[in-house]
């Protein structure tokens, strides 16, 4: 049980154009999730955390136009990261959080490999 | 702001024991978990203390200090495959029922 799915795994795309990244809960609600960045070698840096039905909170120093969070139902959110540019270029990995025994823990996805050449 | 620290890398040998420790300075904590992340691969929960103490799971366990701002991981009778980076995250309050933020990751390497 819960399995966090991402989709598409990786992409390539040209600079200027707009990709989008789904993260879905699949054998469970997630009235939460986050999205984190990592470079390689690099933490995992958290960009922003969606609760459905609301917009999502940023972290400092993350552009909310940029990077466009949608969770529009309890098991899909979605990142559409706008006019890419080779420096966008990371593994982008999406968590959701699951209430369990009142400790809220978080399930990670595969993560999607994002290169803008 | 959060901040913590943790060896970038580690080394031991099959079998051993090694324990990667992890400090932090934050505000409005709520516990301290574990992670093991192979390359190119999802994070995976390996542990999380919420109370001072040890919590065992298996080879691994993890321990918490509240006062000291200290936890550890410790692995037991390694083996090739535990080779991985491993985080401490530090699980903090916001306004959206708490957030984990990531130390840096500590590199383990296990040899024959």
């Known amino acids: ?117 | 702001g959060q901040s913590l620290e943790q060896p970038s890398e580690v080394t031991a040998v099959e079998g051993a024991i090694v324990q990667i420790n992890c400090t932090y300075q934050t505000s409005g904590f709520y516990g301290l978990s574990w992670y093991q992340q192979h390359d190119g691969g999802a994070p995976t929960f390996l542990s999380y203390n919420g109370l001072d103490g040890l919590e065992e799971t298996g080879r691994f366990s993890s321990f918490l200090s509240r006062s000291d701002s200290y936890g550890y991981l410790l692995l037991q009778e390694l083996q090739m495959k535990d080779s991985a980076s491993y985080f401490c995250a530090v699980r903090v309050k916001n306004n959206q029922g708490g957030k984990l933020i990531f130390g840096q990751g500590t590199e383990l390497s296990v040899k024959p």
């Open chain 1, 1 to 117: 049980g819960a399995v966090v799915s991402q989709h598409p795994s990786w992409v390539i795309c040209k600079s200027g154009t707009s990709v989008k990244i789904e993260c879905r809960s699949l054998d469970f609600q997630a009235t939460t999730m986050f999205w984190y960045r990592q470079f390689p070698k690099q933490s995992l840096m958290l960009m922003a955390t969606s609760n459905e039905g609301s917009k999502a909170t940023y972290e400092q120093g993350v552009e909310k136009d940029k990077f466009l969070i949608n969770h529009a139902s309890l098991t899909l959110s979605t990142l559409t990261v706008t006019s890419a540019h080779p420096e966008d270029s990371s593994f982008y990995i999406c968590s959701a959080r699951l209430l369990t025994y009142g400790y809220n823990e978080q399930f990670f996805g595969p993560g999607t490999r994002l290169t803008v050449l």
